[in-house]
């Protein structure tokens, strides 16, 4: 049989970020495929391989990029290093939470939190979505704190909350060209975030990231002209 009458299919191509660890990396296990080319972010190297073992048997191709989504130089790195061949899926999952009173953030923290939580989506999205086919989607890993006001925590609601405004306006300007946006609201998900954050937190009452990875399989899985809009995910010991 002569195979080159039969041309391979493409591998579809996934990109997520913050793919390190937690739920980054608990979405790339599920979406892991013998025809799918990963494209992992994360800032921690040494996780990042860990990832990329976890991952690697059950994946066609991974390509780490190794990138600061809080500077606009990362961002464009990232976006250059991922190549000018279309993505079937983009999931915005990198964040970082700053837990103080507002009187307290500084400028820094303040424009980090901006940088990697709200425009590190917005130009992802904005260089990502125009070569999309159809079919493909957009996931947004929000948190209830999109929705919903913590004291001490002004700054990572902010961003949440900015990110979903954002990303509703850019589900109704992509409906017509059959590009998915998803959000996803996790409660409190048991991840390191929390070993960075002061204070004792009930970890065990928390989700897991596996949970959050279903969903988005579950959303990612309808037919291609179903959209599951907006999962919001609790634990049923109840919210922290």
């Given at each position: 049989?002569?195979?080159?009458?039969?041309?391979?299919?493409?591998?579809?191509r996934?990109l997520?970020t913050?793919a390190?660890?937690?739920?980054?990396?608990?979405?790339a296990e599920?979406?892991?495929?013998?025809?799918?080319?990963?494209?992992?972010?994360g800032r921690d190297?040494?996780?990042?391989?860990q990832?990329?073992r976890?991952?690697?048997?059950?994946?066609?191709?991974?390509?780490?990029?190794?990138?600061?989504?809080?500077?606009?130089?990362?961002?464009?790195?990232?976006?250059?290093?991922a190549?000018?061949?279309?993505?079937?899926?983009?999931?915005?999952?990198?964040?970082?939470?700053?837990?103080?009173?507002?009187?307290?953030?500084?400028?820094?923290?303040?424009?980090?939190?901006?940088g990697?939580?709200?425009?590190?989506?917005?130009?992802?999205?904005?260089?990502?979505?125009?070569?999309?086919?159809?079919?493909s989607?957009?996931?947004?890993i929000?948190s209830?704190?999109?929705?919903?006001a913590?004291?001490?925590?002004?700054?990572?609601?902010?961003?949440?909350?900015a990110?979903?405004?954002?990303?509703r306006?850019?589900?109704?300007?992509?409906?017509?060209r059959?590009?998915?946006?998803?959000?996803?609201?996790?409660?409190?998900?048991?991840?390191?975030?929390?070993?960075?954050?002061?204070?004792?937190?009930p970890?065990e009452r928390?989700?897991?990231?596996?949970?959050?990875?279903?969903?988005v399989?579950?959303a990612?899985?309808?037919p291609?002209d179903?959209l599951?809009?907006?999962?919001?995910?609790?634990?049923?010991?109840?919210?922290?």
């Amino acid at each position: 049989m002569d195979v080159r009458r039969f041309p391979q299919k493409s591998m579809k191509r996934y990109l997520i970020t913050g793919a390190s660890r937690g739920i980054g990396r608990a979405i790339a296990e599920k979406l892991a495929g013998k025809d799918v080319e990963l494209l992992l972010h994360g800032r921690d190297t040494v996780a990042l391989a860990q990832t990329r073992r976890v991952v690697e048997p059950q994946c066609g191709k991974i390509t780490l990029l190794i990138h600061d989504l809080a500077t606009a130089h990362g961002v464009s790195d990232l976006i250059d290093e991922a190549g000018p061949e279309p993505i079937e899926l983009l999931a915005n999952n990198a964040g970082i939470a700053i837990v103080k009173p507002f009187t307290e953030i500084t400028s820094i923290e303040w424009e980090q939190t901006i940088g990697v939580n709200i425009t590190a989506p917005f130009v992802l999205s904005q260089r990502f979505a125009p070569r999309m086919p159809p079919g493909s989607s957009i996931v947004n890993i929000l948190s209830v704190a999109a929705k919903t006001a913590f004291p001490n925590w002004s700054a990572y609601c902010m961003s949440k909350f900015a990110l979903e405004g954002f990303s509703r306006c850019v589900r109704e300007e992509l409906r017509d060209r059959k590009v998915r946006v998803i959000n996803v609201y996790p409660a409190a998900t048991d991840t390191d975030i929390w070993s960075q954050v002061e204070g004792q937190w009930p970890r065990e009452r928390m989700m897991n990231a596996t949970q959050v990875a279903d969903a988005v399989a579950f959303a990612l899985a309808r037919p291609t002209d179903t959209l599951v809009e907006n999962i919001t995910l609790s634990s049923l010991v109840g919210n922290l």
